[in-house]
């Protein structure tokens, strides 16, 4: 959608100008025409708001899940009790703290005082609105809905908040763990051990195998040290660069990773839940089952899933049913199977994928905190074991030092 500054002839021949939101210069001329009104010049305006955004992002950055919430809480309660959407556009862009956020409200706003719809109007800046949050905007115009859509979308994005706090929460502190061992044990094989090896060598001691083993293990750390940082620091940054720069590479990269034990399972139930939410709330709100699953392409988190999910919507527009595309992938567990047969059946569809959703959002966090709960006792035994074996293989030959002496 465009803004035309537009110069036209009514019936009397008089001049007529202004501003008009169109796709095209012929959608204009149409509009115009309906309105008495013949085209004779139209000019393109820049969108400097929504260019400005595009070409700063560093600048705007990307909303926080947290403004989304509260613009959809306030946008929700004021169409409810009868503010005009105008009115209450306004009202949350003086409510809002974050000046940029607050910006794209304000320019939604004067979209929408010209003539857009608030769908269109959000669309024009995707980097802050999801298609799935215009989506289910526009559904709800469409319906006279708008501020149940908003209460969903507070709901949806709760979850995902919800969903995010306890991943992070159950993950951050085996993850330091995991980290400082990682270093210790660096460190220890690059400088502590090798002064022992000097040491040992000018005494000419005879080496037990433990010492022979670990001496051994710190010279190759000390001549690859700066591999192992390299594969630790960079390789991550470089996997996820060939993720978002190949889609090839994503996909291959998430059927290896769900072949990993016990982290490839539970991300795949993140997967299936995330696939089953949205689902539920676009449905729900009246986007159609087809659209709904195009539009869950970018909102699974994965690129292998969301390319099913455009393959179950290409089978169910050739005919086959819901549950019948979903069988033909073996991604989809027996629950979501299950559970969308008899969705079907009862006409209650978003009901069933809401139930598949709540008992991942259950099952999920506890098999995160069991996971790294078992993780970090492990980490400590590794360590115990490994500083133990050293001080073992350090202390053998200096006490066989001390008996020859004696």
Known sequence: MKTFSYVGLDIRGRSQSGRMHALDEVSLEETLRSNGVWLVEAKAEKDAAAEEIRSNPNRYGAVSRRDLINFCTLMGFLIKVG???????????????????????????????????????????????????????????????????????????????????????????PAIVMITTMIFVLVLFTFVVPRFVGLLSVAKVELPWPTKVVFGVSDFTKATWWIWMIVLLVGPIVIQVARKKSHAFAVLWDRLWMKVPLFGAMTHMLWIARFAQNLAVLYRNGVPLVTGLKLCEGLVGSPMVGGIVV????????????????????????????????????????????????????????????????????????????????????????????????
Request: charged letters at 20%.
């Open 311 to 406: 393959d179950v919507a290409r089978r169910i527009e050739e005919g086959e049913t819901f549950s019948g595309a979903l069988r033909q992938h073996s991604i989809f567990p027996n629950l979501l199977l299950r559970m969308s047969v008899i969705g079907e059946k009862t006409g209650q569809l978003d009901h069933a994928l809401e139930n598949v959703s709540g008992y991942y959002n259950l099952i999920v966090p506890q098999r995160i905190k069991r996971i790294f709960g078992l993780m970090e006792p492990a980490l400590i035994l590794f360590l115990v074991t490994v500083v133990g074996f050293v001080a073992l293989a350090v202390f053998m030959p200096i006490l066989s030092l001390m008996a020859g002496i004696k």
């Open 83 to 173: 503010i005009p959407l105008v009115q209450s556009l306004d009202v949350a862009a003086q409510d809002c703290d974050r000046v940029a956020f607050a910006k794209v409200i304000r320019e939604v706003k004067r979209s929408v005082e010209s003539g857009l719809q608030l769908a269109d109007s959000m669309a024009r800046f995707p980097k802050c609105f999801s298609h799935s949050m215009t989506s289910l905007v526009r559904a709800g115009e469409q319906s006279g809905a708008l501020p149940e859509s908003f209460a969903e979308l507070k709901r949806y994005l709760e979850w995902q908040d919800q969903i995010a706090s306890d991943v992070k929460q159950a993950t951050i502190y």
